[in-house]
């Protein structure tokens, strides 16, 4: 039998096809395939996880910064609300300690506060209260808004103090702190 060259390049000498050559060239594809294709993706979806990440991360720095600011809102207004009310007031203006002294409780028990403190008109202390570990900060001279002071590093925490002045019909009656 002679052999002669035919266009089927994948036969053997006796014109039926060879399944070794054909496999090996079915597996090669099978195998280069999808190696070219995780490459190329691979290549163009780094850039894209990169902007992802850094987009995630920039909302949560943002959110962050929200939370934050609206906690130190709920603080300021939580002071303010305290020394506006007439209870209030009325203790700073009567040189009535325990009503004075439930009220500074309460804004140490209700608010994200480590120490709270009130004064009358003169600058006294009139009632007072902190968490262990905590020394009071510092207080300056009467503001007439509410007024925030330095941070201040106590332990592992920073601390902020807020002044709010107490006042009835226009007259000066202390500060809260």
């Known amino acids: 039998m002679k052999w002669t060259r035919s266009a ?18 079915t597996v090669l594809v099978a195998v ?16 894209e996880v990169r902007r992802s990440a ?20 709920d603080a300021v207004a939580a002071v303010t609300l305290t020394a506006s009310r007439s209870t209030f007031q009325q203790a700073l203006a009567g ?20 120490d709270a403190r009130a004064f009358d008109a003169s600058g ?10 905590i020394t009071a900060t510092a207080i300056g001279p009467p503001s007439t808004p509410p007024e925030a002071g330095p941070l201040v590093s106590e332990g592992t925490q920073t601390l902020r103090q ?16």
Do not use: C, K, Y
């Not at 006294?124 to 570990?133: N, R």
């Open 32 to 47: 280069i395939m999808p190696v070219v294709g995780l490459l190329w993706a691979a290549g163009v979806s780094q850039g």
């Open 162 to 177: 807020v002044s709010a002045p107490v006042s009835a019909a226009g007259t000066p009656l202390g500060r809260l702190v």
């Open 8 to 25: 089927r390049s994948l036969s053997g000498p006796s014109g039926r096809p060879n399944p070794g050559l054909r496999t090996t060239l």
């Open 54 to 73: 850094l987009a995630g991360l920039s909302a949560t720095a943002q959110a962050t910064v929200r939370q934050e600011q609206q906690a130190w809102n």
């Open 95 to 114: 040189g009535d300690a325990a009503p004075a002294q439930l009220a500074v409780d309460g804004l140490l028990l209700g608010g994200p506060f480590a």
């Open 124 to 133: 006294s202390l009139v009632a007072s209260a902190a968490t262990s570990g």
